[in-house]
């Protein structure tokens, strides 16, 4: 997937902005707070449908504007399309590809995909389990959409379940009503578990490598699924566990008002040489042990859609020491990138590579020498 060209209109701080990037690796570098984020925004509201910023879309219009749009030409698999996106003030969202309406998100991930790295994706690692289950989520998502629809149906019913314990009517036959809601849990939980137990086994299998080559050799990353359920291998064994597991908790749920077991309770273990990256990593391993994560999740898209997604880093250098910013640079060339930085020093680092370089300042971008001028 690459795009040829894109065009931004009352977006963030941008009232207009053009850019034919490379089809290898674009950089963005400038002070803070001048809008370099905001062009990887862009591209991942116009791919996804969604900012990896805000829920909130008329947080991104531009002050005094009444809407935004974002238009593109992309190429993917031999074919180009036109996408087109727009945003106005107390209207639905409409988003076109080649001219015929995208009426759902997942109908619009099925066009293509981005990965995106953002320095709040440290909290993976550093933060509770819910966002370690949540980048697992949205990674076995990108690949498997069976999965996106049950996880999105698994929650739906366990909000159900769980607001039914808070407000619970003791003249109903709870048990009767509790045990309904399980085995739908339980046939759509048994997906869930058993597609994190591969998705884990093909992540361990895949970065072995990248991270080896990334850290220098220095370190080794390993990740382990935390479950009760994680050693089973058939759906239905799995489902029958769940079910088990969800009654035999009911009495437990009834007394602290929400559902204590299943897929929503469990968590990633991230090791590297064998210790505890939350407990023992600095931020420079976190930082890259998150990249390689990342380009992992891209070589396994590749493999599964026998297509790249774009990838979009966002303040990725800093905190990682030289050798470390080569060997992510030698990981990403040949992937169409969009990466942002404030150090201009740093900029230095792809002078041998395919790559477009821009200063933004001051609401434009300027291609500066550097790099080879490919899609200008």
Same mark, same amino acid.
Request: glycine share 6%; hydrophobic share 35%; aromatic share 10%.
């Given at each position: 997937? !690459?795009? !040829?060209?894109?065009?931004?209109?009352?977006?963030?701080?941008?009232?207009?902005?053009?850019?034919?990037?490379?089809? %290898?690796?674009?950089?963005?570098?400038?002070?803070?707070?001048?809008?370099?984020?905001?062009?990887?925004?862009?591209?991942?509201?116009?791919?996804?449908? @969604?900012?990896?910023?805000?829920?909130?879309?008329? /947080?991104?219009?531009?002050?005094?504007?009444?809407?935004?749009? $974002?238009?593109?030409?992309?190429?993917?698999?031999?074919?180009? +399309?036109?996408?087109?996106?727009?945003?106005?003030?107390? =209207? !639905?969202?409409? $988003?076109?590809?080649?001219?015929?309406?995208?009426?759902?998100?997942?109908?619009?991930?099925?066009?293509?995909?981005?990965?995106?790295?953002?320095?709040?994706? &440290?909290?993976?690692?550093?933060?509770?389990?819910?966002?370690?289950?949540?980048?697992?989520?949205?990674?076995?998502?990108?690949?498997? &959409?069976?999965?996106?629809?049950? &996880?999105?149906?698994?929650?739906?019913?366990?909000?159900?379940?769980?607001?039914?314990?808070?407000?619970?009517?003791? #003249?109903?036959?709870?048990?009767?009503?509790?045990?309904?809601?399980?085995?739908?849990?339980?046939?759509?939980?048994?997906?869930?578990?058993?597609? #994190?137990? =591969?998705?884990?086994?093909?992540? %361990? +299998?895949?970065?072995?490598?990248?991270?080896?080559?990334?850290?220098?050799?220095?370190? +080794?990353?390993?990740?382990?699924?935390?479950?009760?359920?994680?050693?089973?291998?058939?759906?239905?064994?799995?489902?029958?566990?769940?079910?088990?597991?969800?009654?035999?908790?009911?009495? @437990?749920?009834?007394?602290?008002?929400?559902?204590?077991?299943?897929?929503?309770?469990?968590?990633?273990?991230?090791?590297?040489?064998?210790?505890?990256?939350?407990?023992?990593?600095?931020?420079?391993?976190?930082?890259?042990?998150?990249?390689?994560? +990342?380009?992992?999740?891209?070589?396994?898209?590749? =493999?599964?859609?026998?297509?790249?997604?774009?990838?979009?880093?966002?303040?990725?250098?800093?905190?990682?020491?030289?050798?470390?910013?080569?060997?992510?640079?030698?990981?990403?060339?040949?992937?169409?990138?969009?990466?942002?930085?404030? /150090?201009?020093?740093?900029?230095?680092?792809? =002078?041998?590579?395919?790559?477009?370089?821009?200063?933004?300042?001051?609401?434009?971008?300027?291609?500066?020498?550097?790099?080879?001028?490919?899609?200008?």
């Amino acid at each position: 997937m !690459k795009i !040829k060209e894109i065009n931004i209109k009352n977006f963030r701080n941008y009232p207009y902005l053009s850019i034919k990037p490379n089809e %290898n690796i674009n950089i963005f570098y400038g002070k803070n707070a001048a809008g370099k984020t905001n062009i990887l925004e862009g591209i991942s509201m116009l791919i996804s449908g @969604k900012s990896f910023r805000t829920n909130k879309d008329k /947080e991104i219009l531009k002050f005094g504007e009444e809407f935004f749009q $974002i238009d593109a030409l992309i190429e993917n698999g031999g074919l180009e +399309k036109d996408y087109f996106l727009e945003y106005s003030q107390n =209207k !639905k969202k409409k $988003i076109t590809v080649n001219l015929s309406n995208i009426n759902s998100l997942k109908d619009l991930r099925r066009q293509g995909q981005i990965v995106t790295f953002i320095p709040e994706d &440290l909290e993976i690692i550093k933060g509770g389990p819910s966002l370690r289950r949540k980048y697992i989520d949205t990674a076995i998502s990108n690949l498997d &959409l069976i999965y996106r629809y049950n &996880l999105s149906k698994y929650n739906k019913i366990l909000k159900e379940k769980n607001d039914l314990l808070k407000t619970r009517n003791k #003249r109903l036959n709870e048990k009767f009503l509790f045990e309904a809601y399980n085995i739908q849990l339980a046939s759509l939980g048994a997906y869930l578990v058993l597609g #994190r137990i =591969k998705f884990i086994r093909d992540l %361990n +299998k895949e970065i072995k490598d990248i991270h080896f080559n990334i850290s220098d050799g220095d370190e +080794k990353l390993d990740f382990s699924y935390i479950s009760p359920l994680r050693d089973f291998e058939d759906i239905k064994d799995i489902e029958k566990e769940l079910i088990r597991g969800l009654n035999s908790a009911l009495e @437990k749920d009834l007394f602290v008002k929400y559902s204590t077991y299943g897929p929503q309770r469990d968590d990633l273990e991230i090791l590297a040489n064998g210790r505890d990256l939350k407990i023992y990593g600095s931020q420079g391993q976190k930082r890259s042990a998150i990249l390689s994560m +990342k380009i992992a999740e891209i070589s396994l898209i590749k =493999k599964k859609k026998s297509s790249a997604p774009i990838l979009l880093l966002d303040d990725v250098f800093s905190e990682l020491d030289p050798l470390r910013r080569k060997r992510l640079i030698e990981n990403i060339d040949g992937i169409q990138s969009f990466i942002s930085m404030a /150090e201009k020093k740093n900029v230095e680092e792809f =002078k041998n590579i395919l790559a477009n370089i821009y200063l933004v300042k001051d609401s434009n971008i300027k291609k500066v020498n550097g790099g080879n001028d490919v899609g200008k």
